[in-house]
């Protein structure tokens, strides 16, 4: 792992700031590009598969711990890759704005994925994602909206 999850950083990617997660390892789709830090979840078009998450994604999201490049041999096919999910309610990740506008009145609210590895603040469709804490207009913590503990709302679509 290039980033242990233990080390806040200034990427856009997530970083896990509180909580217990669990490293496990699964298959990931063939021809996939993807960086460390990126949002996956189950292949909803390949069983027993994980894929890099978008805007149509609902639940059982991991962050991957390894970077997927295009030019590595084994990018055409399947390949076992390492996972970090959360194993306890309320873990919360380190994230940079993508787009919207974020202020502190923000915090409590539900927000969506824009693609792997960015949220939009200012759209509530799926409500991926729980917003936790405001730190500035560009950096955030959340909650998977499915790993909120008891206590906090939950959405209402899936």
Do not use: H
């Not at 409590?108 to 917003?131: N, P, S």
């Amino acid at each position: 792992m290039a980033n242990p999850v233990e080390n806040v950083n200034d990427v856009s990617n997530f970083v896990r700031v509180k909580g217990i997660t669990e490293i496990v390892e699964v298959t990931l789709s063939a021809s996939v590009a993807i960086a460390e830090g990126w949002i996956v979840y189950p292949n909803p078009g390949a069983a027993g598969q994980y894929t890099k998450a978008d805007t149509t994604a609902w639940n059982n999201f991991g962050v991957i711990r390894q970077t997927i490049a295009a030019t590595d041999a084994d990018y055409a096919s399947t390949k076992v890759v390492k996972i970090e999910v959360p194993r306890g309610n309320n873990v919360e990740w380190l994230f940079t704005v993508g787009s919207g506008t974020f202020t502190a009145a923000d915090e409590g609210k539900y927000a969506d994925l824009l693609t792997e590895v960015t949220i939009a603040v200012d759209v509530q469709t799926k409500k991926q994602v729980f917003i936790t804490k405001y730190i500035s207009a560009t950096r955030w913590k959340l909650i998977f909206a499915w790993n909120t503990g008891a206590g906090l709302a939950l959405p209402v679509t899936s």
